[in-house]
Structure formats: structure tokens, C-alpha cells
């Protein structure tokens, strides 16, 4: 099994403050997704990366897949009271189980108005 | 457009009774899955199915049962259910091109 790590397991910010989120792995993704989940809710998509290197940006939120494909951050620039919720980052290690994606433990994201 | 429905989405039982949380998805999706979520855990692959007839075992398969009869359903049986299986349970469908998964809204079990 591929284990993701994530950091920091609680984020509790003030509106306006940036931030950065990580998701580190010993192990090669073909691909890393990164989802929000609000309370009550499933996870829902936020972006998806598959280059090593690649940088995505989503309007305040920026997301970067390291260069051998092991890792990926996300950043938020001014959060919102909006970007409070649990993000999970969630590694493929591609071929036939694309879908067999592995989860990270996740990162819940206060943000204080 | 009501993507993935799962029920029910609250359900308390006693140790030893049986239960099937039902999952069904209207996005013609071939690849459907299950996953327990709990507190510092993440989300954990419970079975998944890759089209009708077809299953297989996630990371933590054990006392729970699937079958795929058709592309629309994946329901989740607990056999004989245990307090460790106390848990918020995901059924989640993929979209092929892209490999995004989309989420039922959860359902809490509680197992006494």
C-alpha cells in the first residue's frame, strides 16, 4: 500500500493569512488529486495533477506536484472563511488502478473570519 | 442531476445485526467504490468494482460484502456488524477520462 502523508493535520488561521498544505509520499504517483469535503458532505474534486513539476492554479489556491511525482503542496493566498473545511490529497499509482487511489489523512482548515 | 445516491444516510445497529447501505450512481460510470472514513484516517478503500459483475477488495475488505448486478448499483453489505465498524461510509463513482471521483453525501453508522 502507498502511504500518503499529510501536514499539518490542523490548520486554524485568520482571514487574509496564507497557507500551505502538504501531502509527502516514499512511493511514485502517476497522478494527485486534491479534494475539499465540507461537513455532511462527500469529497469533492479540486484539481488534478500529473506532470512532475506541474503547477495549477484554481484563483486564491495554487497546487504543485514535485518534480519526481512523490509529493504535492497546495497553497491558499488570503483565506477565506469559504476555504474552511478538510482537504485530502489522494495519489494514484496508475495503470489499471487509476481509480485505487490512496488518501492522505487529511488537513482540517479553520479559517477565522 | 442527482450523481451518487446512497441510503440511508443514518443508521445505528447492535453488534452482530446485518445491514446493506445502498449506492446507486446515474453517470453511466463503470468504476464504482466504498470508503470508510474516520477521524485522522482519511478515507480507506473498502471494495470497489470496475463494472457489472466485477469486484475486488480496497485496503480494508474484511466483514464487509459487495456485488455489482448492474452499472448503476454497488450496494455494501456488513455481515454481521462489529463496534470497529462504527464509521462514515462513502460510495464514490469515476469519471474514466479524467479519474475523478464523485462522493455521495456519506452515511453515519453507528454499531453498538
Known amino acids: 500500500t502507498q502511504l500518503l502523508e499529510q501536514s499539518p493535520q490542523f490548520l486554524s488561521i485568520q482571514e487574509g493569512e496564507n497557507l500551505t498544505v502538504y501531502c509527502n509520499s516514499s512511493?511514485?504517483?502517476?497522478?494527485l488529486q486534491w479534494y475539499r469535503q465540507e461537513p455532511g458532505e462527500g469529497p469533492v474534486l479540486l484539481v488534478t495533477?500529473?506532470?512532475?513539476?506541474e503547477v495549477k492554479k484554481l484563483k486564491r489556491l495554487t497546487f504543485q506536484f514535485g518534480d519526481a511525482r512523490k509529493d504535492s503542496s497546495l497553497h491558499i493566498t488570503a483565506a477565506q472563511p469559504g476555504d474552511t473545511g478538510l482537504y485530502l490529497c489522494?495519489?494514484?499509482?496508475?495503470?489499471?488502478?487509476?481509480?485505487?487511489?490512496?488518501f492522505g489523512q487529511g488537513t482540517i482548515l479553520t479559517v477565522h473570519p | 442531476n442527482a450523481g451518487v445516491t446512497q441510503t440511508p444516510k443514518f443508521q445505528v445497529l447492535k453488534t452482530g445485526q446485518s445491514m446493506t447501505l445502498q449506492c446507486a450512481q446515474d453517470?453511466?460510470?463503470?468504476?464504482m467504490s466504498w470508503y470508510r472514513q474516520d477521524p485522522g484516517m482519511g478515507l480507506r478503500l473498502i471494495h470497489y468494482?470496475?463494472?457489472?459483475?466485477?469486484?475486488d477488495q480496497g485496503e480494508v475488505p474484511n466483514g464487509y460484502n459487495v456485488s455489482r448486478s448492474t452499472t448503476e448499483d454497488f450496494p455494501l453489505r456488513l455481515l454481521s456488524a462489529a463496534p470497529s465498524q462504527t464509521s462514515v461510509y462513502f460510495c464514490?463513482?469515476?469519471?474514466?477520462?479524467?479519474?475523478?471521483?464523485?462522493f455521495g453525501e456519506g452515511s453515519r453508522l453507528t454499531v453498538l
Open positions: 464514490a463513482s469515476r469519471r474514466a477520462r479524467t479519474g475523478e471521483l464523485f
Open positions: 512511493s511514485v504517483f502517476s497522478s
Open positions: 495533477v500529473v506532470t512532475g513539476g
Open positions: 489522494a495519489g494514484s499509482p496508475g495503470g489499471t488502478s487509476y481509480g485505487k487511489l490512496t
Open positions: 453517470m453511466n460510470h463503470e468504476y
Open positions: 468494482s470496475v463494472g457489472a459483475g466485477i469486484t
